[in-house]
């Protein structure tokens, strides 16, 4: 039997707001599975009606042949990690995680609980309290007392948002490496975009309740399907444009005065109206005095900012029609970055575009769709 989590038509109102709108959804049996986006996209809410703790407006929700729809969540075969951990702190270690096994009246508890424990890394640690414990370690015993009662999908519910960086890195290679081990369905919810990217072996992007675009994590991130995506995972540069004809395999269009080429396989639209993409770290400078190569799209400004960032150095210019551009630089060689002011031409390889749709409504200001200039996406 295969036991996919499929939501069907799901939608869920509060009155006259719409948190998920008409989502339809399958999870596959043993993936691991992000659901991204802002705050107030809908993710949280359709987690939460997974879990019952909200009752869709309407639709179904199905694991396997299962309908779960109504069921009450302690009836369901799910279990969720929340951000805030939710510990007993009067509990030991051990004793937190043996709690649901105990409720249901489970055999070997303790032999359970010593198995889990083992494979959250926390062997030795059983008789401890959660305020002897680091945040990385408390995480690891909710993880462990949500594995324990065996759920055929584990919900993660912005696990790692009270972690700092690194410990959110590590605990991150934690859960993958779990995942894999045990073969459930992990469900996580998060706004982290680098989180989702690194973990899941699927990533649906939400906007407004909707699921903008669903697929591998580098295929998203390559092709994005609208403006929205490409700079909410990762960040883009995006140009007003027009198709101005065809060149054997690649589109040939025209913005703001200056020609360009994309590969027509790289566009959601192939005439009228449209967005030239691509991504910062794609992008090389020429400083003054040196030539692109020939062939490549080419873009002529003045630097504006720069902000040195260890492995790579990101910079602002501005271009001839006052549009702010962005550019990642490797720092793989010594010397000092390029200086506010000088001038340089930015230059990217033409399969490296891509091409949205512009429809008639969207004008040419494409501020609304930018990330934070310097790379901080929201």
């Not at 649901?100 to 008789?127: F, H, I, P, S, W």
């Not at 580098?218 to 700079?231: A, H, L, M, R, W």
């Not at 060689?333 to 949205?356: C, K, N, Q, R």
Request: hydrophobic share 40%.
């Amino acid at each position: 039997m295969v036991d996919d989590l499929v939501l069907s038509n799901v939608t869920k109102r509060f009155g006259p707001f719409t948190a998920v709108d008409d989502l339809s959804l399958t999870v596959p049996q043993g993936s691991f599975f992000a659901l991204l986006g802002a705050s107030g996209c809908g993710k949280t809410t359709t987690l939460r009606t997974v879990a019952g703790l909200e009752e869709p407006t309407s639709g179904t929700i199905r694991l396997g042949d299962q309908d779960i729809t109504t069921l009450r969540p302690y009836r369901r075969p799910v279990n969720t990690v929340f951000q805030s951990y939710a510990l007993f702190p009067h509990l030991s270690v051990k004793d937190n995680v043996a709690f649901g096994l105990r409720q249901r009246g489970a055999k070997d508890v303790a032999g359970k609980v010593t198995t889990m424990l083992e494979l959250v890394q926390l062997g030795g640690y059983e008789n401890r309290k959660p305020a002897q414990l680091s945040g990385g370690q408390q995480q690891r015993v909710a993880l462990a007392r949500a594995l324990v009662n065996e759920p055929r999908v584990l919900l993660l519910d912005e696990p790692l948002g009270a972690l700092d960086l690194k410990l959110r890195r590590q605990m991150q290679i934690e859960l993958k490496r779990i995942q894999t081990e045990v073969g459930i369905t992990f469900l996580h919810v998060t706004h982290d975009q680098d989180e989702a990217m690194w973990m899941a072996d699927t990533v649906a992007v939400m906007n407004e309740g909707r699921i903008e675009q669903l697929g591998a994590p580098t295929d998203i991130y390559e092709f994005p399907s609208s403006p929205f995506v490409s700079n909410f995972l990762g960040q883009s540069n995006l140009f007003a444009a027009e198709v101005a004809g065809r060149s054997g395999a690649d589109l040939a269009l025209t913005a703001h005065g200056a020609r360009f080429a994309a590969p027509a396989g790289r566009a959601h639209a192939t005439e009228g109206r449209v967005w030239l993409g691509v991504r910062p770290e794609k992008v090389r400078l020429a400083a003054p005095g040196e030539d692109p190569p020939a062939g490549h799209n080419q873009v002529r400004g003045v630097l504006t900012d720069t902000c040195y960032a260890g492995v790579s150095t990101e910079y602002l210019l501005r271009t001839p029609w006052g549009q702010e551009m962005s550019v990642f630089s490797a720092n793989a060689s010594p010397g000092e970055p390029m200086s506010p002011g000088t001038e340089v031409i930015a230059h990217w390889y033409p399969p490296h575009s891509f091409v949205l749709d512009r429809p008639a409504g969207q004008g040419d200001d494409v501020t609304q769709y930018s990330a934070d200039p310097l790379g901080v996406a929201p």
